[in-house]
């Protein structure tokens, strides 16, 4: 099926041409025709069919949609999209591209080149009148006028270059007719106007050509107030001494408007992009975006500079002040100054229209980069691009302009901040080498480069702080985001780091500013969708449309449904935030956090049992976006309202064990930290002993096993005073899990069995299951295979026949341990290996590191040692990624084993490492695993006495604490 533009819209069906139906579906399939093959908004439709707003515009756009299908012989070639509607025409279906296709092929060749003329030729029978008529007959639409216009002013390009061609081969008197009647359809093109003069001229028709001269300059001087160009002069004074007329014009001054480029520190890789332009087709835009202070317009003088040599004719420079203290120019008075600097007064110019045909006009064969800094919106750009063969408009935007950008097939590049090294260059060399701050590292210059987003404008900022005061390279990084916001400011506006940013928040549509001021209200510096929406209480589709522009106005990043922002944007938004009342901050922040412990609450389910919810698709789903979500929940958590407290404890206790299986330290310290500030506050003892129970837990985590069982021991007390038996088995569960480490093996038993008998009175399957793990792992460490293997087995096949992989992990894992102490090797490996893969589902990096810690001593247990090396290798880097100092010194003494005969030298030192680590923090059956790898090591490499030492020291320690 084809489709013609270039005259009345039109398509064939049955090889018969047709127009559409009624005025509507005209300028209906006109639009479409305007972007074939891309998606043209609702919006857009509904505009170019009624020109005001209509009632239900979207309901009779679908209408006419469904009319207009039924009239094509291929109705499926409309495709409806999410927002709108898409012409899925072939290139060579519709004429407008196959046009344009021949004439930029045909005005590649340069003049004298043979077969030009036959190829503009060629592309202008593509039209069915070539010397008249207009693209889009009939269709009035903004697009299609606008799309009229460039085809026009292509086709009249390649009218030129065909007409000089046929001259220039002496074939002038076949053109003729054809050049008057085009040279009296545009007057004000004195190429055309220059060609003609020329035929008639070797015509022997003089008079005729000097008359053309004539009324062409009455002309010029009438709409332009300009003279003819020294070019048409030139050719009128051929004529006048019967020489040979000359049919190149070249006319007015040659603008040279660039600002001086200062020192460009990195950003080569966008410099090579932008040298692909050199050999773009002609009519070339590139659009440089990105945010405020990011460099944009130092890349694009740049850029211009290095390349003002290519561009013959000049360089139009202009500020539109998109983004500034001031209003926006407005495009007709942009209009107004370039064409004053290219010759021509446009004080008879009546409308924008007649100022963009003028400028496009004196440009048509001039060869010219214009670059359009800092501006605001596509509609301000769009009449400022030249449409010659030889110019290149360079635009510089916060905002994306990706309508532009797409409409005219534009290069676009995008600008983030700089590298590391980048930044840290630009930071010395703004404070000057400062004394005091020049001898600090990199690393405390790239700690301020990151706190400055790495944004040139900020770094310069800093550096001159910096420069003012050394201490500053301190400071500036160790104060809160908005301190640091404060102070980044040069007493002037394009100096000031706020400032600059405002600008871009008073250019926002009215949700997107709301969504900037919600993500001022909220702690953290990411956030997804839903939360967005929980804040604002937008739709999605609302939500959605917000988001986007504030990532076109570079304001925020969006990647995989999470919204980001850099340190200084998430202060500047919570400025911002201050715009609003406190009650609805407050309001905003509790539907953020009721949101969070539902959907958390949601995704732990969800992914620990494996099944579907309403809120996720799999497992895979909620693990990714409950890891992703932990630091929002836990920066929520710590800013809420006292109103919130129950709030904040049921996250606490839904979170804890998450946090503690992703070895999440830090994270799970804030949000115990808030936890039971909230537990005082609301006089709830069961909350306060299990919050700091959990406090206990972490601390042993974190090496220091003595506090966490004063903790706990405290924890017990509160839980006894509350009366409450599911604390009290927490409790008593944890409190034993601290002892065994300590080497307290029996007291443990008696506290797993205490947690027990509590879980068993309340009828608590899940905190059976979990003193049955812990009663079967301590028997084994004693050294009672027997009693724990029915233990461990049961909770194991329990665990495997319902499915549970995050039970799965724990259990598989004991009864691997249970299997090596016990010596079978093949039964350890194959559950170790069990262990891992379910442990890494549920991103718990502590079981995965025992479970390898086992597969690593089954590969030693099987004289394999070269991949026991490698095993435990990895057990000992996932060991210290947990940062358990029990896990630490155990692997440790299994990775000294494994290195042993390759390296006795590195085997000591691990071995020296553990020791330390277990006796300081006093972790007994670590301290006991490395004096029997000691002395196992020893053995080895023949120290027999010192490994008799250690061998008596290791069985002290077992007879001790009851595990000989």
């Given at each position: 099926?084809?489709?013609?533009?270039?005259?009345?819209?039109?398509?064939?069906?049955g090889?018969?041409w047709?127009?559409?139906?009624?005025?509507l579906?005209q300028?209906l399939l006109?639009v479409?025709?305007?972007r074939?093959g891309?998606?043209?908004?609702y919006?857009?439709l509904?505009e170019?069919l009624?020109?005001e707003?209509?009632?239900?515009a979207?309901?009779?756009?679908?209408?006419?949609i469904h009319r207009?299908?039924?009239?094509?012989?291929?109705?499926?070639?409309i495709?409806?999209e999410?927002?709108g509607?898409?012409?899925?025409a072939?290139?060579?279906?519709?004429d407008?591209?196959?046009?344009?296709r021949?004439?930029?092929?045909a005005?590649a060749l340069?003049?004298?080149t043979p077969?030009?003329s036959?190829?503009?030729?060629?592309?202008l029978?593509t039209?069915s009148?070539?010397?008249?008529?207009?693209?889009?007959?009939?269709?009035?639409?903004?697009p299609c006028r606008?799309?009229?216009?460039l085809?026009?002013a292509?086709?009249?390009?390649?009218?030129?270059?065909?007409?000089?061609?046929?001259?220039d081969?002496?074939?002038?008197?076949?053109?003729?007719?054809?050049l008057?009647?085009?040279a009296?359809?545009?007057?004000?093109?004195e190429?055309?106007?220059?060609?003609?003069?020329?035929?008639l001229?070797?015509?022997?028709r003089?008079?005729?050509?000097?008359e053309v001269?004539?009324?062409?300059?009455d002309?010029?001087?009438?709409?332009?107030?300009?003279e003819?160009?020294?070019a048409?002069?030139?050719?009128?004074q051929?004529?006048l001494?019967?020489?040979?007329?000359?049919a190149?014009?070249?006319s007015g001054?040659?603008p040279?408007?660039?600002?001086?480029?200062?020192p460009?520190?990195?950003?080569?890789?966008?410099?090579?992009?932008l040298?692909?332009?050199?050999?773009?087709?002609?009519?070339?835009?590139?659009?440089?975006?990105?945010?405020p202070?990011v460099?944009?317009?130092?890349l694009a003088?740049?850029?211009?500079?290095r390349?003002?040599?290519?561009?013959?004719?000049?360089?139009?420079?202009?500020?539109?002040?998109?983004?500034?203290?001031t209003t926006?120019?407005?495009?007709?008075?942009?209009?107004d100054g370039?064409?004053?600097a290219?010759g021509?007064?446009?004080?008879g110019?009546?409308?924008?229209?007649?100022?963009?045909?003028?400028?496009r006009?004196?440009?048509a064969?001039?060869?010219?980069?214009?670059?359009?800094?800092?501006?605001?919106?596509a509609?301000?750009?769009?009449p400022l691009l030249p449409?010659?063969?030889?110019?290149?408009?360079l635009?510089?935007?916060?905002?994306?302009?990706?309508?532009?950008?797409?409409e005219?097939?534009?290069?676009?590049?995008?600008l983030g901040?700089l590298g590391?090294?980048?930044?840290?260059?630009?930071?010395?060399?703004a404070s000057r080498?400062?004394?005091?701050?020049?001898s600090?590292?990199?690393?405390?210059?790239?700690?301020?480069?990151?706190?400055?987003?790495r944004?040139?404008?900020t770094?310069?900022?800093?550096?001159?702080l910096?420069r003012?005061d050394p201490?500053?390279?301190?400071?500036l990084?160790?104060?809160?985001s908005g301190?640091?916001?404060?102070?980044?400011e040069?007493g002037?506006?394009?100096?000031?780091a706020?400032?600059?940013l405002s600008?871009s928040?008073?250019?926002?549509p009215?949700?997107?500013?709301?969504?900037?001021?919600?993500l001022?209200v909220q702690?953290s510096?990411?956030?997804?969708l839903?939360?967005?929406q929980?804040?604002?209480?937008?739709?999605?589709?609302r939500?959605?449309?917000?988001?986007?522009a504030?990532v076109?106005a570079h304001?925020?990043?969006?990647?995989?449904?999470?919204?980001?922002?850099h340190d200084?944007?998430?202060?500047y938004a919570?400025?911002?935030?201050?715009?609003?009342?406190n009650?609805?901050?407050?309001?905003?922040?509790?539907?953020?956090?009721?949101d969070?412990?539902?959907?958390s609450s949601?995704?732990?389910?969800a992914?620990?049992?494996?099944?579907?919810t309403?809120e996720f698709?799999d497992s895979d789903?909620a693990?990714?976006w409950?890891?992703h979500a932990l630091?929002?929940?836990v920066d929520?958590?710590?800013?809420?309202?006292?109103s919130?407290?129950?709030?904040?404890v049921?996250l606490?206790?839904?979170?804890?064990?998450?946090?503690?299986?992703?070895s999440?330290?830090d994270?799970l310290?804030?949000?115990?930290?808030?936890a039971?500030?909230a537990?005082?506050?609301?006089?709830?003892l069961?909350?306060?002993?299990?919050?700091?129970?959990?406090?206990g837990?972490?601390a042993?985590?974190?090496?220091?096993?003595q506090d966490?069982?004063?903790?706990?021991?405290?924890a017990?007390?509160?839980a006894?005073?509350?009366?409450?038996p599911?604390?009290?088995?927490?409790?008593a569960n944890?409190?034993?899990?601290?002892?065994a480490?300590v080497?307290r093996q029996?007291?443990?038993?008696?506290?797993?069995r205490e947690?027990?008998?509590?879980a068993v009175e309340r009828?608590?399957?899940?905190?059976?299951?979990v003193?049955?793990s812990?009663?079967?792992?301590?028997l084994t460490e004693?050294g009672?295979?027997?009693?724990?293997?029915p233990i461990?087995v049961?909770?194991y096949e329990v665990?495997?026949?319902q499915?549970r992989?995050?039970?799965l992990?724990?259990?598989?894992c004991?009864l691997a341990?249970?299997?090596?102490e016990?010596?079978?090797v093949?039964?350890?490996?194959a559950?170790a290996n069990?262990?891992?893969?379910a442990?890494?589902e549920h991103?718990?990096?502590?079981?995965?590191a025992y479970?390898?810690?086992?597969?690593?001593r089954?590969?030693l247990?099987r004289d394999d040692?070269?991949r026991?090396a490698?095993?435990l290798e990895?057990?000992l880097?996932l060991?210290?990624r947990?940062r358990?100092?029990?896990l630490?010194?155990?692997a440790l003494?299994?990775?000294?084993r494994?290195?042993?005969?390759?390296?006795?030298?590195g085997?000591r030192?691990?071995?020296?490492?553990?020791?330390t680590?277990a006796?300081r923090?006093?972790i007994?059956l670590a301290?006991?695993?490395?004096?029997e790898a000691?002395v196992?090591?020893l053995t080895?490499?023949?120290h027999?006495p010192e490994?008799?030492v250690?061998?008596?020291?290791?069985?002290r320690l077992?007879?001790?604490?009851g595990t000989?």
């Amino acid at each position: 099926m084809q489709f013609r533009v270039l005259g009345p819209v039109s398509f064939s069906s049955g090889g018969v041409w047709r127009r559409p139906s009624g005025k509507l579906r005209q300028q209906l399939l006109a639009v479409l025709l305007t972007r074939p093959g891309e998606l043209v908004g609702y919006d857009a439709l509904a505009e170019a069919l009624w020109s005001e707003p209509v009632a239900n515009a979207q309901q009779r756009l679908h209408l006419h949609i469904h009319r207009l299908r039924l009239e094509l012989a291929e109705p499926e070639l409309i495709v409806g999209e999410q927002g709108g509607y898409r012409l899925q025409a072939a290139p060579d279906a519709v004429d407008s591209l196959r046009f344009e296709r021949a004439a930029h092929s045909a005005l590649a060749l340069t003049p004298g080149t043979p077969g030009r003329s036959a190829a503009a030729r060629a592309a202008l029978d593509t039209w069915s009148e070539p010397w008249g008529g207009v693209a889009f007959a009939g269709a009035d639409a903004p697009p299609c006028r606008d799309e009229s216009a460039l085809l026009d002013a292509l086709r009249i390009d390649v009218a030129e270059a065909f007409f000089a061609a046929e001259i220039d081969e002496g074939r002038h008197l076949d053109v003729l007719f054809d050049l008057r009647r085009a040279a009296q359809q545009h007057p004000l093109r004195e190429q055309l106007q220059g060609l003609l003069m020329s035929a008639l001229h070797q015509s022997g028709r003089s008079q005729d050509a000097l008359e053309v001269y004539r009324i062409t300059r009455d002309t010029l001087v009438d709409e332009l107030g300009i003279e003819p160009s020294g070019a048409l002069q030139s050719i009128q004074q051929a004529v006048l001494t019967g020489s040979d007329a000359i049919a190149s014009i070249q006319s007015g001054p040659t603008p040279a408007q660039l600002p001086p480029a200062g020192p460009l520190i990195g950003r080569e890789t966008e410099l090579t992009q932008l040298d692909v332009l050199d050999g773009m087709a002609s009519g070339t835009l590139a659009v440089l975006s990105g945010p405020p202070g990011v460099g944009k317009s130092a890349l694009a003088v740049t850029w211009a500079s290095r390349h003002r040599d290519a561009f013959t004719d000049g360089q139009l420079f202009v500020d539109l002040q998109g983004y500034s203290e001031t209003t926006p120019l407005r495009p007709d008075a942009v209009l107004d100054g370039f064409i004053r600097a290219l010759g021509a007064d446009p004080s008879g110019l009546r409308d924008i229209r007649e100022r963009t045909a003028t400028f496009r006009s004196i440009l048509a064969h001039r060869s010219v980069l214009v670059v359009l800094d800092n501006a605001r919106s596509a509609e301000q750009v769009r009449p400022l691009l030249p449409s010659g063969p030889s110019c290149l408009a360079l635009v510089t935007s916060r905002d994306s302009l990706s309508g532009l950008t797409a409409e005219f097939d534009a290069l676009r590049v995008e600008l983030g901040g700089l590298g590391a090294a980048e930044s840290v260059t630009l930071l010395r060399k703004a404070s000057r080498d400062a004394p005091g701050a020049a001898s600090e590292s990199d690393t405390a210059w790239l700690d301020l480069a990151d706190r400055c987003g790495r944004l040139p404008l900020t770094l310069r900022v800093a550096g001159e702080l910096v420069r003012e005061d050394p201490t500053a390279l301190h400071t500036l990084v160790s104060a809160p985001s908005g301190e640091t916001l404060d102070r980044l400011e040069l007493g002037e506006p394009a100096g000031s780091a706020r400032t600059v940013l405002s600008w871009s928040y008073r250019a926002l549509p009215n949700d997107a500013a709301a969504i900037f001021r919600a993500l001022g209200v909220q702690p953290s510096t990411t956030i997804d969708l839903t939360g967005i929406q929980a804040l604002t209480g937008f739709d999605t589709a609302r939500a959605r449309r917000g988001v986007d522009a504030l990532v076109r106005a570079h304001l925020a990043t969006l990647e995989d449904g999470w919204v980001h922002q850099h340190d200084l944007l998430a202060a500047y938004a919570r400025d911002c935030a201050g715009e609003l009342e406190n009650d609805n901050r407050e309001h905003m922040l509790i539907g953020l956090a009721d949101d969070l412990l539902a959907r958390s609450s949601a995704a732990r389910d969800a992914w620990e049992t494996g099944t579907e919810t309403d809120e996720f698709d799999d497992s895979d789903a909620a693990r990714d976006w409950l890891l992703h979500a932990l630091p929002l929940i836990v920066d929520t958590a710590s800013h809420l309202p006292v109103s919130c407290d129950r709030t904040v404890v049921e996250l606490s206790q839904s979170l804890y064990l998450v946090l503690l299986r992703a070895s999440a330290h830090d994270l799970l310290d804030r949000l115990l930290a808030s936890a039971l500030a909230a537990a005082d506050r609301l006089g709830d003892l069961s909350a306060r002993a299990r919050a700091i129970g959990a406090i206990g837990i972490a601390a042993h985590r974190r090496g220091r096993p003595q506090d966490g069982i004063e903790q706990l021991l405290h924890a017990r007390e509160l839980a006894e005073r509350a009366q409450d038996p599911a604390t009290r088995a927490v409790i008593a569960n944890n409190l034993g899990v601290l002892l065994a480490v300590v080497g307290r093996q029996q007291e443990a038993l008696d506290l797993y069995r205490e947690a027990r008998a509590l879980a068993v009175e309340r009828d608590d399957a899940e905190r059976i299951r979990v003193a049955d793990s812990n009663i079967g792992t301590t028997l084994t460490e004693l050294g009672r295979f027997d009693e724990a293997e029915p233990i461990l087995v049961e909770r194991y096949e329990v665990d495997l026949a319902q499915g549970r992989r995050s039970r799965l992990a724990y259990s598989a894992c004991h009864l691997a341990e249970w299997a090596i102490e016990s010596g079978d090797v093949d039964r350890a490996a194959a559950l170790a290996n069990q262990s891992i893969e379910a442990a890494r589902e549920h991103a718990n990096l502590v079981i995965e590191a025992y479970a390898t810690l086992v597969l690593g001593r089954a590969a030693l247990a099987r004289d394999d040692g070269i991949r026991a090396a490698a095993i435990l290798e990895t057990a000992l880097k996932l060991a210290r990624r947990t940062r358990e100092t029990e896990l630490i010194a155990l692997a440790l003494a299994w990775r000294a084993r494994s290195i042993v005969d390759t390296d006795p030298q590195g085997s000591r030192r691990l071995l020296d490492e553990g020791l330390t680590r277990a006796h300081r923090d006093g972790i007994v059956l670590a301290e006991i695993q490395l004096q029997e790898a000691k002395v196992f090591v020893l053995t080895r490499v023949g120290h027999e006495p010192e490994a008799a030492v250690a061998g008596a020291h290791a069985q002290r320690l077992r007879e001790q604490y009851g595990t000989a």
